[in-house]
């Protein structure tokens, strides 16, 4: 993709947007949508205070 120069924001915003013929990248973007639809993760509601580090990295390992 070629280097392209703009005098001002306004010059950068009014250039058309360049995709190259193969780019995967929307690809990408749906199959990752398609993964968080699957396997949304699922956090507690609120604030939770913990007693000692240790069982805050529990708590870390059970929810992530």
Do not use: T
């Amino acid at each position: 993709m070629p280097v392209e120069k703009y005098r001002s924001v306004e010059e950068m915003n009014r250039a058309p947007v360049r995709v190259l013929p193969g780019n995967r990248f929307d690809r990408f973007i749906r199959h990752c949508a398609r993964y968080w639809k699957l396997a949304p993760r699922v956090y507690p509601r609120g604030v939770v205070k913990f007693r000692s580090a240790e069982e805050a990295q529990d708590a870390r390992i059970h929810w992530y």
